[in-house]
């Protein structure tokens, strides 16, 4: 049986505690109009006729607790922007009906025709829409910080410009802040606290699911698709304190994990769905069905994936919910990202998922930060990041494209704050600095924060811009973070989920237009040559090899060589076909020079020491301090 609205009128809920449920209409003015009682129980369903129009909103009540109004799981569009009030609270009295988002019954809209995903090799940025345009001057203000706005030729400009493949976008079904933020007037600005799993956010797409389709379809015309991230671990209903908005007031034991009668915390969050029972994997399902036909999106990128993948007790690739996706006609076909960790135990399963579903590699992300900030890493951990973690993926049969490489994401520090920090500024969250982790692997050049030292400054500006040629070069899935191509800073802020402002905002007025371009030129390199974006192991061997791990004298590494800590240079030659491509590394102070390996002739592509440097090389590199060096071999003349 269909749950929700459906076109004949018949409205169906899983609700398997409630003795009755109501089906309850408001007008306008949010006077509630009538309650329609649903006279038929199949199983845990309660249906009935009810005969709701487009236009009509609407709530659900039980008789386990009438004076609470609740939100229909399957709505897929809300009368306004979630906000917390005392009357959905335990030990409320009020009725909570006037501060509860009203569901509105919609039209039957047509599907988007699904295009087949975009084929090539794949550079992702991580973007929010909010943050992306709201401070957008060449975008219309009306419609900034909204999907309209990231729909503009003005947002897709930048995109195109940099050469980005997709854009992974930070939640934007429709959420609710944490009970501890408005007392300390803050709002959630994330999204990852969400509680209508088929409704788009309002603040982000106030024209609703047809706003999204819009903004997809501008994307895609222009080369770029969309992934959207998504909460299935846990809800904003919180813990036991927390507001009952929906699920819990349905069947709090139904939807969530409970032990002993206590909500199980396996996200961090409060609570955690049962993603092992039908319900919820029904509900899962259902949901990311519509985004697809709704929107017509490449993809999703499920946050902490293992609770997805949880029963009572463990973690299971072949678990229910993992199994479905895997074998649905239609959401197979999508990408499928997963973040492989929770907080519950035994929760991170780095390179336990599918083949074929890429992977946050967080290995990647403190691998090459621990290098380049000389803690107690070796050249060999470095190399193996670089090509692709096989580590972590080859022994499951899996492709380097599994590996998901990032160096910033949207929690942590912004690369311009990885390499001016030393510890967190957390300050403005209102929590004492207590927030947000400690493990940054960061570095502050001489200076904590602002610093006027040109020396300093340099030596910033060169590390951002070697960190992004490793990144780029990396066998892989590149991820890039929304504003680390141009200089973006939070003021060491590395948990910036509350700061809808300045702090977390992309600053187009300020931004390094020398750093866009040099971005855009590391990834148009890596979508030119094959020998960077390749999708199987290198093996070293052929004839020249696809890899050569090489001393800067042009000899072959030896395993000495790998374990040295003080053993920080390297030059990684590799190939395919006619195609051939040098990454000189010298992750030490002195400038040095390498022996450049025999060939039709190298230029350069790109200097982390000199953005300015480009062009041919004799048999001798000249390598600056604490630098990366990106060359290719001259192309075959052509007869």
Not at 61 to 69: I, K, M
Not at 377 to 392: E, F, P, V, W
Not at 565 to 575: F, G, M, Y
Not at 604 to 624: C, F, H, Q, Y
Request: contains cysteine; negative net charge.
């Amino acid at each position: 049986m269909r749950l929700g609205v459906r076109a004949d009128g018949i409205f169906a809920v899983h609700a398997p505690a409630a003795g009755a449920v109501w089906v309850c209409l408001f007008d306008a003015a949010d006077a509630e109009l009538t309650r329609i009682r649903l006279p038929h129980r199949t199983g845990g369903v309660w249906h009935g006729p009810v005969g709701l129009e487009p236009g009509a909103r609407y709530g659900l009540r039980t008789n386990r607790a009438p004076e609470r109004l609740l939100i229909d799981p399957y709505a897929t569009r809300l009368d306004r922007v979630p906000r917390l009030h005392a009357s959905m609270m335990p030990g409320g009295r009020e009725d909570s009906a006037p501060h509860v988002p009203k569901a509105i019954v919609e039209a039957s809209a047509a599907r988007t025709p699904l295009p087949p995903l975009m084929t090539g090799p794949r550079v992702v940025m991580e973007l929010h829409v909010r943050g992306f345009t709201i401070a957008n001057p060449a975008i219309p203000e009306a419609i900034r910080g909204t999907f309209a706005g990231l729909a503009h030729p003005a947002a897709i400009a930048h995109l195109r410009r940099l050469g980005v493949t997709h854009v992974e976008l930070l939640p934007c079904a429709a959420w609710i802040e944490e009970r501890h933020l408005p007392p300390l007037g803050l709002t959630n600005y994330w999204g990852y606290n969400p509680i209508a799993f088929l409704a788009p956010d309002p603040r982000l797409a106030p024209g609703g699911l047809d706003e999204i389709r819009d903004a997809v379809a501008a994307l895609r015309a222009a080369g770029i698709g969309t992934i959207l991230d998504v909460v299935f671990n846990h809800t904003g209903e919180g813990d036991a304190l927390g507001p009952t908005l929906s699920l819990r007031g349905l069947d709090e034991g139904e939807y969530y994990r409970m032990r002993d009668g206590v909500l199980v915390n396996d996200t961090g969050c409060g609570n955690t769905l049962r993603c092992d029972r039908p319900a919820v994997v029904r509900l899962v399902m259902d949901a990311l069905r519509s985004w697809v036909r709704r929107t017509g999106v490449e993809g999703f990128r499920f946050d902490l994936a293992v609770t997805l993948g949880r029963d009572a007790l463990e973690f299971s690739p072949e678990a229910p919910l993992l199994t479905a996706l895997r074998q649905d006609p239609l959401l197979s076909t999508r990408l499928l990202i997963m973040e492989p960790w929770d907080t519950g135990r035994h929760g991170y399963h780095l390179g336990g998922f599918a083949p074929g579903q890429p992977e946050w590699n967080d290995r990647f992300r403190d691998d090459l930060r621990r290098f380049w900030r000389r803690e107690n890493a070796t050249l060999a951990g470095l190399a193996t990041r670089l090509a692709g973690s096989a580590d972590i993926f080859a022994g499951a049969h899996r492709a380097p494209t599994d590996s998901l490489n990032f160096v910033t994401a949207h929690d942590g520090f912004s690369l311009a704050d990885l390499v001016a920090y030393e510890g967190k500024h957390n300050e403005a969250n209102g929590e004492q600095n207590r927030d947000g982790t400690d493990a940054n692997h960061s570095w502050n050049n001489g200076a904590e924060g602002p610093a006027d030292d040109p020396a300093i400054l340099a030596r910033r500006a060169c590390d951002v811009r070697a960190i992004l040629m490793l990144l780029l070069a990396a066998r892989g899935t590149p991820m890039l973070s929304m504003g680390d191509e141009a200089g973006r800073g939070q003021g060491g802020n590395n948990n910036a989920y509350a700061q809808d402002n300045v702090i977390s905002w992309f600053d187009w007025q300020g931004m390094d237009q020398g750093l866009v371009d040099f971005t855009a030129r590391l990834i148009a390199a890596r979508r030119t040559h094959p020998t960077l974006h390749g999708a199987t192991w290198l093996t070293g061997k052929g004839s020249p090899p696809d890899v050569a791990w090489l001393r800067l004298d042009g000899v072959a590494m030896t395993a000495a060589d790998w374990q040295d800590p003080h053993h920080r240079s390297l030059l990684v030659a590799l190939c395919s076909g006619e195609d051939r491509v040098l990454l000189a590394i010298q992750g030490a102070d002195p400038a040095i020079s390498a022996m450049l390996p025999p060939s039709r002739g190298w230029h350069i592509i790109a200097d982390s020491a000199d953005p300015a440097r480009t062009g041919p090389v004799a048999e001798r590199l000249a390598l600056s301090a604490q630098s990366v060096v990106l060359l290719a071999e001259d192309a075959r003349p052509r007869r």
